[in-house]
């Protein structure tokens, strides 16, 4: 088993920062693949990033170059720092880890909030 859980939400200004991150436990060495995910109010929940335990990544079209992920294998978190924030990034995001056998775990979700 696997628990995940997100820090870091809140409510910023357009243009403003916010680093969000996420804490493993559990049977952390079965992770492969870790990632954030978003859903805002009356939309469907769509991928964020992703990072691979080598550290690959991989971003939706509407956050690259704006947010990065992260990851400390050896803390077990993850972060995504993310950058010049935008309305339409407002959301609850989701931490999300997936193990070697394809099981996911998420979290709870933190609020993010940008204000125009």
């Known amino acids: 088993q696997v628990q995940v859980v997100e820090s870091g939400g809140g409510l910023v200004q357009t243009g403003g920062s916010l680093r969000l991150s996420c804490a493993a436990s559990?049977?952390?060495?079965?992770?492969?693949?870790m990632g954030w995910y978003r859903q805002a109010p009356g939309k469907q929940r769509e991928l964020v990033a992703t990072?691979?335990?080598?550290?690959?990544?991989n971003y939706a079209d509407s956050v690259k170059g704006r947010f990065t992920i992260s990851r400390d294998n050896g803390k077990n978190t993850m972060n995504l720092q993310m950058n010049s924030l935008k309305p339409e990034d407002t959301a609850v995001y989701s931490c999300?880890?997936?193990?070697?056998?394809?099981?996911?775990?998420w979290g709870q979700g933190t609020q993010v909030t940008v204000s125009s």
């Open positions: 999300r880890a997936t193990t070697q056998r394809g099981i996911d775990s």
């Open positions: 559990g049977s952390i060495f079965r992770i492969n693949t």
């Open positions: 990072i691979t335990s080598g550290g690959s990544t």
